[in-house]
């Protein structure tokens, strides 16, 4: 066992002397910290001195970085001649221990087209529960929106889902599923069809930051790249997973830095700019259309909201934090001013717009309330042909509990 230890002791200390890596902390951290305030900067430009603190101390958007980096740059002595031939190409030989860095020297870049004020500076499905927009751009009516929330006769969902999980196969959107991330590999297989039946066609799946940290976002991302699938994954990076901060779901340079990893092509966009976001999506469908490719898109945001209902996002971050964005980056107004820039917008229009969007929702909502509730047979149907014994078992039981306690029962739910 001495022995051993005593061999092992020296193996290491030759590999030591062979590791590139240096301890020589001092000059990587000015370097993070030269960056990191850069970056916060850009966001902090227009506050008062004294406000920029929360900003520049946030962890939002800055990985960590750690002195092993140095070692790609020392280590790029290749053997041309030297060559391993792998199904997937040639790779080439080094005598350099060299390990590939965590983050790459520069942050991805973030495209966008309008600049805060709303001013052009450049020319140029599967769903999760923040993208109604999509629905009600295909053309869902605010009616049957409100029918799913008030879980009516009307609902497609007959009542099932929790609110604002909608779907409807005439829009080809798939049903919001609750399970973060469940929808990215299924959007693989759907598009993956759709290539098999040579469609002019591709999925899209949205995710938020949080569905990234599940694994069914690798395997997702993992499997498009090896099938080809002509699938598009945008991804909501809003900083925050209910109360989980970035910072503590991924060290890596957000999210856009995952694709190449699996062989797909990626884009970090403002998710801020309505026209950057329109570009990017546009051109992603039709590389993924054209060349059969998946694409990953990353927006950079902020959840200016709480998560849900039942979050007080106050609890886990400064109020100013949440202001700030919600004052100065907010994506709405960049895209009126550059409306009411080439004069398409006015405080006019948009107030007949907001009135007339308002009237309409309430009115939805008084027609929602007024229809029936589905009936609790529906709970148990629309899987099987014919219901299995324990679905059978579990509908009497729960008749039976109604009969005992109707009181804790909603009458409105015909038996
Ligand atoms: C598989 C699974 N794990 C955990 C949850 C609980 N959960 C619901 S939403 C959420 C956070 C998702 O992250 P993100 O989409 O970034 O959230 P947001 O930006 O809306 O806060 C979690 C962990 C869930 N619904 N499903
Ligand atoms: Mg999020």
């Known amino acids: 066992m001495h022995q051993w230890m005593r061999k092992s002791g020296t193996i290491v200390n030759h590999f030591k002397s062979l590791l590139l890596v240096t301890n020589n902390l001092s000059s990587w951290r000015s370097y993070s910290f030269v960056k ?7 966001f902090a430009h227009n506050l008062p001195v004294a406000d920029r603190d ?14 092993s ?16 031939e792998l ?16 983050t790459a020297d520069e942050r991805e870049c973030c495209y966008r087209v309008l600049d805060e004020n709303g001013n052009q500076i450049s020319s140029s499905n599967y769903v999760e529960y923040r993208e109604a927009g999509v629905l009600l751009w295909r053309g869902f009516t605010i009616q049957e929106f409100a029918n799913q929330c008030f879980s009516n006769k009307a609902d497609y969902g ?4 929790m609110p604002i999980h909608y779907g409807s196969n005439k829009h080809n959107y798939v049903t919001v599923a609750s399970t973060v991330a469940t929808q990215l590999p299924q959007a693989v297989g759907a598009a993956y069809s759709l290539k098999m039946e040579k469609q002019d066609a591709c999925a899209i799946a949205y995710v938020g930051d949080g569905g990234t940290s599940e694994g069914d976002f690798h395997a997702a991302l993992n499997f498009a790249a090896v099938t080809d699938a002509p699938v598009i994954f945008f991804c909501r990076n809003n900083g925050w997973a209910i109360s989980t901060p970035t910072s503590d779901q991924f060290r890596s340079d957000g999210v856009v830095v995952k694709g190449r990893a699996y062989g797909v ?25 054209r060349e059969q490719r998946p694409i990953l898109i990353e927006a950079l945001t902020y959840r200016v909201g709480h998560h849900s209902t039942s979050d007080d996002s106050t609890k886990y971050r400064p109020v100013k934090e949440i202001e700030w964005w919600k004052m100065e980056q907010d994506p709405v107004t960049r895209f009126r001013n550059w409306m009411e820039n080439n004069s398409w917008w006015s405080d006019k229009a948009e107030s007949e717009a907001r009135n007339s969007a308002r009237k309409q929702i309430l009115h939805a909502i008084q027609e929602a309330e007024k229809v029936d509730k589905p009936p609790v047979a529906d709970i148990f149907t629309d899987v099987y042909d014919s219901p299995p014994s324990h679905l059978c078992e579990q509908e009497k039981l729960l008749r039976e509990a109604i009969k005992r306690h109707p009181q804790d029962y909603p009458s409105d739910v015909p038996l």
């Open 69 to 84: 980096v140095k070692s790609e740059k020392m280590a790029n002595n290749v053997d041309d001649n030297q060559a391993l």
């Open 158 to 161: 007959k009542g099932r889902q």
């Open 265 to 289: 092509r990626s884009i970090r966009v403002d998710g801020n700019d309505a026209l950057a976001v329109y570009s990017a999506v546009h051109a992603a469908r039709d590389m993924a259309i």
């Open 54 to 67: 929360f900003i520049n101390s946030s962890t939002h958007f800055c990985p960590r970085r750690f002195e």
């Open 87 to 102: 199904p997937e190409g040639k790779v080439k030989f080094t005598p350099k221990l060299r390990f590939i860095s965590e």
């Open 36 to 42: 990191r305030s850069q970056f916060a900067a850009s």
